[in-house]
């Protein structure tokens, strides 16, 4: 069972820190990777504008706006099975109004929790070493407290041990005291 009082080492802490640092990596790479290709795309369709003069060639905000809007349509459409209602006879199970204000009730619990979250981050950030020195200082800290822990219980042991030894030798003597007499 390992010691609960040391739960990592600095060599455990590091290779933690370096295992996150990898994963990071291959997540900026992969993000990195899919910019790339955005970006090659909106170039082509720079290079196409540029050669054409026509501003259909360029992708607009509102275009990107009616994407997303889209992909959110159809993401409804395959969890209700059909499209959105409009009409009563539609659906009469739904109320677009009524839902609307659901939504926006759990868009507010939504982002109340992410902006607790944010401060909660923030607030613990501002107690932890910002640099290499400071973790390590910290780090060297723990170190020496736990040294001074290790040699007290030591110090005890030997104490005790003294005191045991002591206590044998005592017993001895009035042994022999007692048979000698």
């Given amino acids: 069972m390992k010691n609960m009082r040391y739960p990592m080492n600095n060599k455990q802490v590091l290779k933690n820190k370096l295992i996150y640092l990898e994963q990071a990596l291959l997540e900026a790479d992969f993000a990195m ?3 790339a290709l955005r970006i090659d795309e909106m170039q082509n369709k720079i290079d196409k504008h540029k ?14 706006v009616i994407d997303l809007i889209k992909k959110r349509l159809d993401v409804g459409a395959k969890e209700y099975h059909q499209n959105i209602p409009i009409m009563p006879k539609d659906d009469i199970t739904r109320d677009n109004f ?19 979250r944010l401060m909660e981050e923030k607030e613990r950030r501002e107690f ?21 822990e290790d040699q007290e219980i030591e110090r005890y042991a030997k104490e005790q041990i003294s005191k ?3 206590e044998v ?3 001895r003597s009035e042994t022999k005291k007692e048979s000698t007499t």
């Avoid at 619990?109 to 992410?114: E, H, I, N, R």
Wanted: glycine share 2%.
């Fill in 98 to 116: 009524y839902e609307a204000v659901e939504e926006s009730l759990d868009l507010s619990v939504y982002l109340a929790a992410y902006m607790l």
């Fill in 51 to 64: 050669e054409s003069g026509d501003i259909k060639d360029l992708e607009q905000n509102n275009d990107l």
């Fill in 128 to 148: 932890e070493p910002t640099t290499a020195d400071e973790y390590n200082e910290d780090e060297y800290n723990d170190s020496v407290a736990r040294d001074l």
């Fill in 33 to 35: 990777k899919q910019m």
């Fill in 169 to 171: 030798h005592v017993e």
């Fill in 164 to 166: 045991d030894i002591k």
